[in-house]
């Protein structure tokens, strides 16, 4: 992320099937615990 222009954001996406198939999917303080923190979550 250090050479990322301002405008672009730290995103991250769980898919409910398809990340649940190797184990557990992540908790929400899981996510948020990521370096960088993601600005965005999405639960698909």
Partial sequence: MAG???FVHAGFTLF???DTRSGPLMAPAEVLALV????YVLYE
């Avoid at 960088?36 to 600005?39: C, F, I, L, V």
């Fill in 16 to 18: 409910y099937d398809e």
């Fill in 36 to 39: 960088p923190q993601p600005e």
């Fill in 4 to 6: 990322t222009p301002p």
